[in-house]
DNA sequence: GACGTTTTAGACAATGGTGTCTAGTTTGAC
DNA sequence: GTCAAACTAGACACCATTGTCTAAAACGTC
């Protein structure tokens, strides 16, 4: 799986580092290969020397950021505790971590950005990063919740759609910060997941929803 | 408010119609003008005669995109019933009106991505998407929950955050579809309506969350 | 049908980026 | 210190793009 090129030789890191930068904040077309030779303190053909051409050195990085963010990602989800005797807090902490170090952070920001614009130029690179890479998360979580709701702290009946709405809530309240390449502060972080939890508790500790009719609680309450 | 040039001429709108197309396909830096000359069935100088340069083309652009929208958003947002009394129904069919025509048709999926890969560049024209455009629509959401909950058929605290919730769920089963630039079908905004709206009431038609303990519905309903 | 406006096709200079090449310099291993 | 490998600086050909300019053609309005 770690098939990274990195640690050959310092001068791979910097390269490797300066043109994430540069690519993530211009788009491929709007890169040119002097910028991030100078960003990277190295000279032109240096870059040339490891990378054969331009395509090749994004697509070396795209696959370096895969690879960390990869690593990061199954990191941060064995950190939920096998005993959860105070769900929220557990949710909420957990939730924190997720977006500090994988869905915010330098490498997130990239990824996110990366795949909305190149996506469709590179369908090859962005199918293993939505199968193989960080856009399986979805699935990863799923598994988390399966075990939540096997030990009967949740009631869930599809794993992945209520991974997907967890994520989707966590990110509800970052995504206006992120979106201008903001970093949101770790207040922030604490709210938005702080929020997203109790709402994802609220709709599913009830009872699981085949199990009652349709009509949700308000008939039955009022 | 519709400060737009179109109707100007035939031309115009054809110019802008074709630079949308290649902008959101390409990227600023990624997009010649001859492309959308081409696109546009009109002669490189005609684009030159109508906007002095590249640049300005593109605030055209993004100015007529984000009227359209925004036209578009309220026109949507003013038709959900003033009785509701199959809330469900109501809030599902709602909200794939919603995607449908703002969320996931080729104006959101312009400003998405431009917003996203450009953001930075453009603050001006992003601040205006931000607090009069299509990017207000948490907001206007919110007076309907707002309504929604004075009626006592959802109990919310905070209506921005509820109604950033609701989209961030509607979301949530279409971001893989629209990532790639796909576009969803109808069976597929169905589903993903359905699927949000199930979780936004059963998170939201509970006991308020400060007046009740924290363990909702399932308490009240068994 | 005449006239002014708009559009067209193409040539054009200027710019900036890619990728190659060369000659000289640094670096590290032994 | 020697030698090979890696790196640097700069020049270079090549190409695409921007934005201007010109002369001819199409259009529409009276």
Redesign the pocket.
């Known amino acids: 799986m770690g098939h990274t090129q990195r640690g050959q030789?310092a001068?791979r890191i910097s390269i490797l580092d300066a043109a994430a930068e540069v690519f993530c904040r211009e788009g491929f077309s709007g890169?040119?290969?002097?910028?991030i030779a100078v960003e990277a303190?190295?000279?032109?053909?240096?870059i040339?020397?490891?990378y054969?051409?331009?395509?090749t050195l994004f697509t070396a990085v795209v696959e370096d950021v895969m690879d960390r963010a990869n690593a990061m990602l199954y990191s941060i989800l064995s950190t939920f505790p096998d005993k959860s005797d105070r769900l929220e807090d557990d949710l909420t902490a957990f939730a924190v971590r997720l977006t500090k170090n994988c869905l915010c952070n330098q490498d997130g920001k990239f990824l996110r950005k990366l795949v909305q614009s190149e996506g469709e130029r590179y369908p090859h690179l962005f199918e293993t990063w939505r199968q193989h890479g960080p856009g399986k998360i979805g699935t990863a979580l799923g598994a988390l919740f399966a075990r939540l709701s096997h030990k009967g702290v949740l009631r869930i009946d599809d794993f992945d759609l209520a991974a997907r709405q967890f994520l989707a809530l966590v990110n509800a309240d970052l995504q206006m910060i992120t979106l201008f390449g903001g970093t949101p502060t770790d207040e922030e972080l604490e709210n938005a997941a702080r929020n997203a939890v109790q709402t994802f508790i609220r709709a599913y500790s009830g009872t699981a929803s085949e199990t009652a009719p349709r009509t949700p609680a308000l008939a039955v309450v009022s």
Chains 1, 2 share one sequence.
Not at 41 to 46: C, D, E, K, L, M
């Open positions: 030789c001068k890169t040119s290969i002097d910028e303190g190295v000279s032109r053909q240096t040339y020397n490891h054969r051409e331009k395509e």
